[in-house]
């Protein structure tokens, strides 16, 4: 079983529509979450990034967790074009991170 | 500008003839990384290193080896590339919290490798 489980879509909205994106994981120790968006032919790059349960704001991004479902979650709220690209969700534990498949968005304008 | 640079950005070699991917970040980041992104697979840790001379491996680092002889560079070596390390690879880099916490990721712009 995979550390990090993650529907890799394709996922298609119009725009101004909110974005839902989830990822289950499979451990309970300590650990820290993170969401990262990856344009077409560059690096990942962090968007979100938490170490607790509930829910953590930045603009139009919220990253929910869930430890007692061992579940993740990002949304975009008020989706843009811009906003099309792979995101993936990532869990660590000491130095490590394991990653999603990522979960591929089209945003239509 | 911070960044992680990665050098080619594309290679075509063929079966087993060493080659070289170098890594190199301007942000004194002791934690640096090897990922390999593969369709469907995601990114697949091949070996990381907390710091200078300090190295282990990640979940696939088969027919890999690496060296952290600076703290700023990381060169990923194929001693003898096959067909199946054709990949999309990145390097990546990070601070490291007192309490063992990874910082986040800064990622070089990737290296498309394939190996014919």
């Known amino acids: 079983q995979k550390e990090v489980e993650q529907d890799p879509g394709p996922l298609s909205v119009p725009e101004g529509a909110i974005v839902s994106l989830n990822c289950t994981y499979s451990?309970?120790?300590?650990?820290?979450f993170m969401w990262y968006r990856q344009y077409s032919r560059k690096g990942p790059e962090l968007l979100m990034y938490?170490?607790?349960?509930g829910n953590k704001e930045d603009g139009r991004f919220t990253a929910q967790v869930d430890k007692s479902s061992k579940y993740i979650s990002l949304f975009i709220r008020d989706s843009q074009p811009s906003d099309s690209a792979t995101y993936l969700c990532?869990?660590?534990?000491?130095?490590?991170?394991?990653f999603g498949a990522g979960t591929t968005v089209t945003v239509r304008a | 500008e911070a960044q992680v640079t990665q050098n080619p950005r594309y290679l075509i070699t063929v079966t087993g003839k060493k080659l070289t991917v170098t890594c190199s970040q301007n942000?004194?980041?002791?934690?640096m990384s090897w990922y390999r992104q593969d369709p469907g697979l995601g990114l697949r840790q091949i070996y990381y290193?907390?710091?200078?001379?300090?190295?282990d491996k990640g979940d696939v680092p088969e027919g890999y080896k690496v060296s952290r002889k600076e703290k700023r560079n990381f060169p990923l070596i194929l001693e003898s590339p096959s067909p199946n390390q054709t990949s999309l690879y990145f390097c990546?880099?990070?601070?490291?919290?007192?309490?063992?916490?990874?910082?986040?990721?800064?990622f070089g712009s990737g290296t498309r490798l394939t190996v014919v």
């Open positions: 990546a880099s990070s601070r490291i919290l007192a309490t063992d916490l990874h910082y986040g990721y800064t």
């Open positions: 290193s907390m710091n200078v001379e300090v190295t």
């Open positions: 942000m004194n980041h002791e934690y």
């Open positions: 938490t170490y607790s349960s």
């Open positions: 451990n309970s120790a300590f650990q820290y």
């Open positions: 990532a869990r660590g534990y000491d130095y490590k991170l394991s």
